[in-house]
């Protein structure tokens, strides 16, 4: 395959992506990412810190921090907006069609590559062009230098992207990590690489921090500030004053830096060419035995059709159903109920058990902080089938024609909100057997949100990945202790929750589902 040819293929698949209404919710993302990465100098929140420091904002700083935040980012959420090419190629039977060409799996596969690549790298491009209108804003230097504020995206970011996207399409290409089971998996994965790559012995390099680390520790040693005791962060943290500034000139990388840099580009290449070992290429010979061919008769006429089966059953006109008046909605969540939780293994039902039985014998200190997080992460791949699952499976226009469809969704939530209760029933009936009524009060939140989060991500996307991406950290950091982001009452102070209000829960989750039944009636409207 020539490399235009591969080119025009790679660039084919990104416009199909770039359609996407994700596509547009993960640009949005970035831009409220480069906001984030260059918070207010009088804000208790920071992206990337040494100690009580924190950088001038000049254009060397603000593209670092920038491009740091990007890379976490990008290697989180980006690889779920990137997640899912090979199956759909497969479920809207283009697979077929290339699978009749020329293409090699070795082909096909570097042109998913350098789609993601473009995706992603499409984004990292946002957050560029993001920094130096934040660096503008903030007012602490007014002389936009291109250079040191684009280096770190060209030797951080980019890198990060190239892995990233490899990862994404190896993952895509094996059938035991294709499904959401992959998506968890991968959680965990980058939380690995996210803390153990800001170390010096990271291979190649890792996220590429500790060179940045080094170099601000000079500058500031050169100036004479004491360090003792201050360490690094990188990622989200409050702080209890505003952070004192020093002037630095940026980051000077040398060539060891660089070919680490290069090689990890070179080994997502290399990643996201290996499944070519095992991937079938759509090929029906490679996924099992093909049927006998038909052979024509010696007089050249077409053999006679397969004989019909006597036993098969014979319709003669449209199935007739009992009418039953009353008790739709009941029905509709009985129905929605078993779709959301259709084909989960008994093994999952075991280990929710488990989990029940121990939010009943647990000591009570231990409900909220371990039992809580454990009931409400277990659930996860059920409830990102909230809102999804008839665009998936291709129903959507079925399901339009039926007359109620605001009864349908809100059959649809009441599904999820009744998961959500079930796996996490122990732990309010320890609530109130203890007269804990404001953690109940904060079950009940978490309860109404999960679902709402769950349906509102699902019908804006249409994809299940989405949600994935953001309630797997949203549920760490409440897990890690982050009270900001507690919406369950996890984290306790003096014995009460320390997160949000439980109301505050509840209005944000009636707001999430009135922004379900409003784009129900804007597509309903364009239809």
Not at 247 to 262: K, S
Request: glycine share 12%; proline share 8%.
């Amino acid at each position: 395959m020539t490399a235009g040819r591969l080119g025009r293929l790679a660039l084919a698949d990104f416009r199909e992506r770039a359609r996407r209404p994700a596509y547009a919710l993960t640009l949005a993302a970035a831009v409220g990412l480069g906001y984030l990465a260059v918070p207010d100098p009088g804000t208790r929140w920071v992206i990337m810190q040494l100690g009580d420091y924190r950088g001038v904002y000049n254009s060397a700083y603000t593209g670092m921090a920038t491009a740091l935040a990007g890379a976490l980012w990008l290697t989180l959420g980006g690889f779920y907006v990137v997640r899912g090419t090979v199956a759909r190629d497969e479920a809207t039977g283009v697979g077929r069609l290339l699978a009749a060409t020329p293409l090699r799996g070795s082909g096909y596969l570097a042109a998913k590559f350098l789609s993601n690549a473009m995706v992603l790298g499409s984004m990292a491009a946002v957050l560029a062009l993001t920094a130096p209108v934040m660096q503008l804003a903030r007012g602490e230097s007014d002389t936009v230098e291109p250079g040191p504020l684009l280096l770190p995206f060209a030797l951080i970011t980019l890198p990060l992207v190239a892995a990233t996207a490899a990862a994404a399409l190896l993952f895509d290409a094996t059938p035991l990590l294709r499904k959401g089971l992959g998506n968890v998996i991968w959680f965990f994965v980058w939380l690995a690489v996210a803390f153990g790559g800001q170390g010096p012995g990271a291979p190649l390099g890792g996220l590429g921090v500790h060179g940045v680390v080094a170099s601000m520790h000079g500058d500031m040693t050169a100036r004479g500030l004491d360090l003792s005791g201050q360490e690094f962060s990188l990622g989200l943290t409050y702080i209890d004053r505003p952070l004192r500034t020093f002037e630095w000139q940026g980051f000077t990388p040398g060539t060891e830096f660089v070919a680490a840099r290069l090689t990890l580009v070179l080994a997502g290449a290399l990643v996201a060419l290996l499944p070519a070992v095992w991937f079938g290429r759509f090929d029906p010979a490679r996924a099992g035995a093909a049927p006998p061919p038909r052979r024509a008769r010696p007089d050249g006429t077409p053999p006679p059709a397969p004989a019909a089966d006597p036993t098969a059953p014979v319709f003669t006109g449209p199935p007739r159903t009992a009418v039953r008046p009353g008790g739709a909605l009941g029905r509709l969540l009985a129905g929605e109920l078993r779709i959301l939780l259709q084909g989960t293994p008994p093994w999952w039902w075991a280990v929710a058990a488990a989990i029940t039985v121990a939010g009943l014998v647990a000591p009570l200190s231990a409900i909220p902080r371990f039992v809580l997080p454990a009931a409400w992460i277990w659930p996860v791949l059920i409830w990102s089938r909230l809102g999804t699952q008839r665009h998936e499976y291709g129903v959507e226009s079925l399901l339009g024609a039926y007359p109620a469809r605001r009864r349908g969704t809100l059959a649809e939530w009441l599904s999820g909100l009744a998961v959500t209760a079930l796996a996490a029933l122990a732990p309010l009936v320890r609530f109130v057997a203890a007269a804990d009524w404001a953690g109940a009060g904060a079950w009940a939140g978490g309860a109404l949100f999960v679902p709402s989060l769950a349906l509102a991500l699902g019908t804006l996307s249409r994809t299940h990945r989405l949600f994935q991406a953001v309630y797997l950290p949203l549920w760490y950091a409440t897990a890690n202790g982050l009270p900001l982001l507690d919406f369950m009452g996890a984290v306790r102070s003096g014995g009460h929750p320390a997160g949000p209000p439980a109301a505050a829960v509840a209005a944000l989750s009636a707001l999430l589902l009135g922004a379900v039944f409003a784009a129900g009636a804007a597509r309903r409207g364009k239809g």
